[in-house]
């Protein structure tokens, strides 16, 4: 506090008079509240602050785990658009027979593909899914395994899948 009053005096916000008078306040005030009060209040400064830094360490542990868990997420959408995009089918799908089913956004839209891929996807050996990540809906046909696979790990994903 002594280096704010020689502040104070060297700025000339206050003069000398005054520092003493403020001096002697706060020895008056001293010995008025005693050292008993004192102490308790600097013990209750003491325990807010140690709460106000608990709080704190709380606020980041839950912080840390919420970032855990997205990045988390993150992996296993990483993860998840892997296998999809490694086991779709792409060659022998196009044709002109219409296959509708229903997308996660309830709209109905259709492939066109071949009636062999229609018998499959029906059968059961050929699933519908959405890619996993994809901002507009995309959607992939895949393999009976893949679609099974998914069907544990993100039942989500599959839009059409007659296996049992």
């Known amino acids: 506090m002594g280096d704010l009053r020689e502040?104070?005096?060297k700025a000339?916000?206050?003069d000398e008079n005054q520092s003493r008078q403020a001096r002697k306040e706060k020895r008056q005030k001293r010995k008025k509240?005693?050292?008993?009060v004192l102490a308790k209040q600097a013990e209750e400064k003491k325990k807010a602050y140690q709460e106000k830094l608990d709080k704190e360490a709380l606020q980041s542990r839950q912080d840390a785990l919420v970032k855990q868990v997205e990045q988390a997420e993150a992996t296993r959408?990483?993860?998840l658009a892997q296998i999809v995009e490694t086991t779709r089918i792409q060659s022998g799908l196009s044709g002109s027979t219409k296959f509708y089913f229903i997308a996660r956004s309830k709209v109905i839209p259709c492939?066109?593909?071949?009636a062999s891929a229609a018998d499959a996807l029906r059968a059961g050996q050929?699933?519908?899914v959405e890619k996993p990540g994809s901002i507009l809906e995309d959607f992939a046909v895949v393999p009976r395994d893949t679609a099974r696979k998914l069907q544990e790990e993100a039942p989500e994903l599959i839009l059409f899948f007659n296996g049992s």
């Open 7 to 9: 502040q104070l005096l």
């Open 12 to 14: 000339k916000l206050i």
């Open 33 to 36: 509240v005693g050292a008993k």
């Open 77 to 79: 959408e990483t993860r």
């Open 111 to 114: 492939l066109e593909i071949a």
């Open 126 to 128: 050929l699933a519908i």
